[in-house]
């Protein structure tokens, strides 16, 4: 069974561009989670849907920050536009089950220049 | 709201030596307690997790933590030290109430480095 992946693992954007993070979960998993490690900073929740909807969106840092699971499969969250701030590891989860253990993929490390 | 404190971000362990890595977390109700470790280059795997059973879990790897309610710590243990330990780990807390979300409270971390 194929782990939680995550495109790109790595992106190097200037300030003032857009970009776009994908997230493919376990397959049949209903629950998906974004967290966020900024530079020497602990790992940060960012948002979790069920299914296509959004349960709690409560860690998102602000509106620049935008997360989509259309269909309920895959996710994306774009940043724009992006600063500096915004640099750090994106970190998605999925699990079958709210409550349920969470699953990690490997991450996308965003640098912003 | 729930917090973790993990004692120092970076530990160093002799190889065949005892790992301790200390949790300590916040919380107004015992909650479900995790640890992950992340190897180089890759994500985040569960090595245990404590959800209100056996006080002493054992996980992968080794690796064993013990919940103690009265000190609200869920510290990570390793009697002998591998090379391969070598890795970041985080303790990690959740609710306990599935109502309140289940989105996991992450410690600081604490990097591994194991010596010859």
């Known amino acids: 069974e194929a782990g939680v992946t995550q495109f790109p693992s790595h992106s190097v954007i200037e300030k003032g561009q857009t970009v776009t993070l994908r997230c493919d979960p376990i397959s049949g998993h209903d629950n998906l989670y974004w967290y966020r490690r900024v530079m020497g900073k602990e790992i940060k929740f960012l948002l979790h849907f069920v299914k296509e909807s959004k349960q709690d969106e409560s860690g998102m840092p602000n509106n620049r920050f935008l997360a989509e699971r259309t269909g309920g499969t895959y996710s994306t969250l774009k940043v724009q536009p992006a600063e500096l701030e915004d640099s750090g590891v994106y970190f998605c989860a999925s699990s079958n089950l709210q409550g349920g253990l969470q699953f990690f993929g490997p991450g996308t490390r965003l640098t912003v220049l | 709201a729930q917090s973790v404190t993990q004692l120092g971000s970076h530990v160093s362990v002799s190889e065949g030596a005892l790992v301790l890595l200390r949790c300590n977390y916040s919380?107004?109700?015992?909650?479900?307690l995790f640890w992950y470790v992340q190897y180089p280059n890759q994500g985040l795997q569960l090595l245990l997790k404590?959800?209100?059973?056996?006080?002493l879990v054992k996980g992968i790897n080794g690796f064993e933590a013990e919940f103690k309610k009265s000190e609200t710590s869920f510290h990570l243990t390793k009697p002998s030290a591998h090379m391969s330990d070598a890795a970041e780990y985080f303790c990690?807390?959740?609710?306990?109430?599935?109502?309140?979300?289940?989105?996991?409270?992450f410690g600081g971390g604490t990097r591994v480095l194991v010596k010859p």
């Open positions: 919380s107004s109700v015992p909650p479900y």
């Open positions: 990690a807390v959740s609710p306990l109430v599935k109502a309140a979300g289940n989105k996991l409270t």
């Open positions: 404590y959800t209100s059973a056996a006080t």
